[in-house]
């Protein structure tokens, strides 16, 4: 039976091991075990049989603002609606903080067009919003934001918002 459950850190590995054949593929930027760590408590992981086949992470940007991150189902488990259903615990978690909007910078746009994500061209923060943001040292700010530090690492994604 699935599970969804929030992330402990003893995860990490589960997490790490999923993770890094997306990495190689270039479907997902490597994160270093530390980061992971440092991070855990943003992340959700899918139980299958006791064994850790998925995880995501949803990261508060803003007042209104988050973005879904890093979201993999194991190869072996993928067609199984297990994404799906992160997904959805993620949109949940954020509609309990208060967050209207949900970003997300993915290869996977038919998977978020079929859950209510729209692609955008744009940045959807005021000038006064993005100035704030503009500080951050979070990596995926730097993405949000589309700032020329982080090109090379985004080429091929789409940006995608839906709103809650």
Known sequence: MLQIRPATTSDVYAIREIAQPLIEQ????????????ESIQEFIVAELGGKVVGFGALHVMWQDLAEVR?????QEAKRQG????????LLKRAKALGI??????????????ANGF???????????TYAELVRSHDEGVAEFLDLARVKQNTLGNSRMLKLL
């Not at 997902?28 to 760590?37: D, H, P, Q, W």
């Not at 890093?70 to 194991?74: E, F, K, N, S």
């Not at 209207?100 to 067009?113: A, M, P, Y």
């Open 82 to 89: 297990i994404g799906a259903a992160m997904l959805e615990e």
């Open 26 to 37: 270039r479907i997902l930027l490597g994160k270093e075990m530390v980061e992971l760590f």
């Open 118 to 128: 729209e692609v955008i061209s744009d940045i959807p923060v005021d000038a006064e």
């Open 100 to 113: 209207k909007r949900i970003f997300c910078l993915t290869f996977e746009v038919d998977f978020f067009k």
């Open 70 to 74: 890093t979201l993999a189902v194991a």
